[in-house]
Nanobody, 122 residues
Framework: QVQLVESGGGLVQAGDSLRLSCAAS????????MGWFRQAPGKEREFLAAISWSVSRTAYADSVKGRFTISRDNAKNSVYLQMNSLKPEDTGVYYC???????????????WGQGTQVTVSA
């Protein structure tokens, strides 16, 4: 069992940066791949980035490649999403999630946080 809590969201202007954090509880955190997803009002949940348990592999959606960076610190049971050059279309609720596989598909993730709101003004 893994419990996830996101933090770091807020209201920023276009071009700004934010760093989201996801704190995990549970002794098996380091065995899971971790992902970040986003959901905008009226839209489906969208994959953003994922990182393997060993930190050796990462994956990104084309929409955020080059702007967002996912990282994790297994010693701190945490995963992060550094977001640079934010755009108004990045607005949404951001979720971290844990999976047994490194994948972009939400249904493959077993555990989810409650989400943190990110709003980017033009």
């Amino acid at each position: 069992q893994v419990q996830l809590v996101e933090s770091g969201g807020g209201l920023v202007q276009a071009g700004d940066s934010l760093r989201l954090s996801c704190a995990a509880s549970g002794r098996t955190f380091s065995s899971y791949a971790m992902g970040w997803f986003r959901q905008a009002p009226g839209k489906e949940r969208e994959f953003l980035a994922a990182i393997s348990w060993s930190v050796s592999r990462t994956a990104y959606a084309d929409s955020v490649k080059g702007r967002f960076t996912i990282s994790r610190d297994n010693a701190k049971n945490s995963v992060y999403l550094q977001m640079n050059s934010l755009k108004p279309e990045d607005t949404g609720v951001y979720y971290c999630a844990a999976s047994n596989v490194l994948a972009p598909t939400p249904r493959l993730y077993n555990y989810w946080g409650q989400g943190t709101q990110v709003t980017v003004s033009a």
